[in-house]
């Protein structure tokens, strides 16, 4: 398990990916040898499974890996599951590599799904299990083969995602480079679409890219509780920014 969250009073969230099938996942792609899972659990006793759900890719030889899982505005009672999903099963040496826990797949980009939390209501008090839907999915391809790291995700003024992370490549939501070194990026997803959000006069950017001529990762992101229009984030670099 790679992701985890809380959502209403008893329910948990795990993120990750198995082989073959257990309590939590179970491999329907024959073709790969890991499968994503959201597992849906009763944290008054974190051994009970409500429900298991595959995150698989639409592609036979691809293979998702959630990364984060955020809790979406409490009216709507959503999930949303931040991955990096492989464009092959190659498997690699790196996995005891913090930054490339990825034991298959030589390349990879990232998708976003969104889930909801169901519940019957009987005059309206809930009542029945609760279970996990599926809304929509979003993959963002690169411009050509390479990587994207993800390094963290917050809820913003209850409207978007901000994901940041780092990549050697470009693409709609990973901004252009210049140069082939690694560039740390920031994204604004809209709630509703998993799309890039909508520009306006009030929210001008929706995607910036991060890096010096060297070497730079974004690897973690905090909300500033007194400022809407804030957060911040944190990384590395080999360069030298000019602040």
Known sequence: CQAVTLSGNSQLILGGNAAGSSSLSSNNNANTPLSG????????????????????????????????????????????????????????????????????????????????????????????????????QQEFPLDTPSKVHIGGVILKQNRFLAVVGSTTGTGAVYGPSEGDDEDGFITLLDLKSGDLLELTEDQQVNNIRIGTAQDDVLMGVCDHPGDENAFFIVGATQGKFGI
């Open 37 to 136: 899972f959201a597992a849906l659990l009763d944290y008054g006793d974190i051994t009970s499974v409500v429900q298991t759900m595959p995150i698989l890719s639409t592609e036979d030889q691809e293979i998702e890996y959630p990364q984060f899982l955020v809790r979406g505005p409490s009216e709507d009672k959503s999930i949303y599951s931040i991955s990096v999903t492989t464009l092959d099963v190659e498997e690699q040496d790196n996995v005891q590599n913090w930054l490339e826990n990825i034991p298959y797949g030589s390349t990879y980009d990232m998708t976003v799904r969104k889930f909801t939390l169901q519940q019957e209501e009987f005059l309206g008090i809930p009542e029945g299990p609760v279970t996990l839907e599926s809304v929509w």
